[in-house]
């Protein structure tokens, strides 16, 4: 729903009813992951995707029944039959819709979660997407670390889901978790769905330099919070690094360690390290491989690296930490520009998140989507 959220703010803010069609489970090749979300508005304007086109086209059109009815659907859709013209994922996939009517009768609570979203801080929307009392489909409860507003019908149920929608939060998942009736953990009858909004993750580049420019445009758009570090305050500057959320003038591993005893660093944060200058990157790179970070990259040719891992090992770095290592940095796909070198990186960040191969598709089988 991140992706629409600003969207279906301000039709609500006007006092319109949208219609939210979201993924909440998929089975084998899926094109979207849970949480995608499309929105129809009154005006007929769509946004977001929820498959990539497959069926977008019976989702509009039940988004606007689900409008007119004011009642929630939950459907499946699954893989195309012989007829060309069947609803289906022709990528042979299965995926479960949620669709709703969004207004401020229905989600009066919508406010305080774009609140959160806005300031950073984490929240969690929980949904009764499915229950075998019709009238409870719908109830939401919103989840913050620390308290929670709305209920899903018992204090039994709401204690349960609000602890599990903690977990998910936690680690920044979203799924549908399933329930008894009352919220018995082991039973059937209740699914919930939530749909976490957590900070988004963190990328920090240390090295200002023009590779770093072209990384931190590059992790803006991919979704990353920027941040650009380097020792020179003559190079470390805002109008050099336009694209980057934060520019800071200090040590990079005074500066990551700092961030870490902060609690600012979590397992989804990328670090590119781009210096290639022993007196930077070693002292770096002691700090970085020693925490629980998503990615840890090092630019410099194959001499450098070499150098670079005999400093490591004298500084006491073992080798299971010297395997976290990306050096030299990125996949390769025969990059030379800052800009290729930056899409080069990122690609690596991306497998290593996913844990795709980095090789072709088309050299490969089996599914497309882990």
């Keep these: 729903m991140r992706d629409v959220l600003d969207d279906v703010y301000r039709r609500w803010q006007a006092g319109e009813t949208v219609g939210l069609g979201t993924v909440v489970a998929t089975f084998s090749s899926a094109p979207r992951a849970p949480g995608a979300s499309m929105m129809v508005a009154p005006d007929g304007t769509v946004v977001g995707s929820v498959s990539g086109g497959c069926v977008e086209g019976a989702v509009y059109e039940l988004a606007n029944e689900v409008v007119a009815e004011r009642k929630p659907v939950l459907q499946r ?4 039959d012989d007829d060309a013209f069947a609803v289906g994922l022709t990528c042979g996939g299965i995926i479960d ?5 969004v207004d401020r009768e229905s989600m009066p609570e919508l406010e305080r979660v774009v609140e959160s979203v806005r300031s ?6 929980v949904t009764i997407v499915e229950h075998e009392t019709p009238g409870l489909v ?7 670390p620390d308290r929670v507003e709305g209920s899903l019908g018992s204090s039994r149920m709401d204690d349960a889901v609000a602890d599990d929608a903690r977990g998910l939060l936690a680690t920044g998942r979203t799924g549908t978790l399933h329930y008894g009736p009352d919220g018995q953990r ?3 009858g209740m699914a919930v769905f ?3 909004f957590e900070p988004p993750p963190r990328l920090l580049v240390f090295g200002a330099i023009d590779f770093a420019a072209a990384m931190a445009r590059m992790g803006a758009y991919l979704g990353y919070q920027v941040t650009v570090c380097d020792a020179r305050p003559v190079f470390a500057t805002s109008s050099r690094f336009p694209d980057a959320h934060e520019v800071v003038v200090d040590w990079p591993h005074r500066y990551l360690k700092a961030e870490a005893e902060a609690g600012r660093i979590d397992a989804r944060t990328a670090i590119a390290v781009l210096t290639h200058d022993p007196k930077f990157d070693v002292p770096l790179l002691e700090v970085a491989l020693r925490l629980d970070v998503g990615y840890v990259g090092a630019m410099g040719s194959r001499k450098t ?3 670079r891992f005999a400093r490591l090992r004298e500084a006491g770095i073992t080798e299971a930490e010297l395997e976290r290592l990306s050096s030299p940095i990125g996949l390769d796909l025969g990059a030379r520009t800052p800009e290729e070198t930056a899409v080069s990186i990122a690609a690596e960040i991306i497998a290593l998140r996913w844990s795709g191969t980095g090789r072709r598709l088309a050299a490969l089988t089996g599914r497309i989507h882990s």
């Design 77 to 80: 859709y699954g893989v195309s």
């Design 97 to 101: 819709i949620y669709v709703e009517p």
């Design 120 to 125: 950073g801080e984490p929240v969690a929307v």
């Design 138 to 144: 719908g109830e939401h409860m919103i989840v913050w």
């Design 186 to 188: 082991r039973g059937e």
């Design 194 to 196: 939530v749909n976490s």
């Design 305 to 307: 690296h070499d150098d």
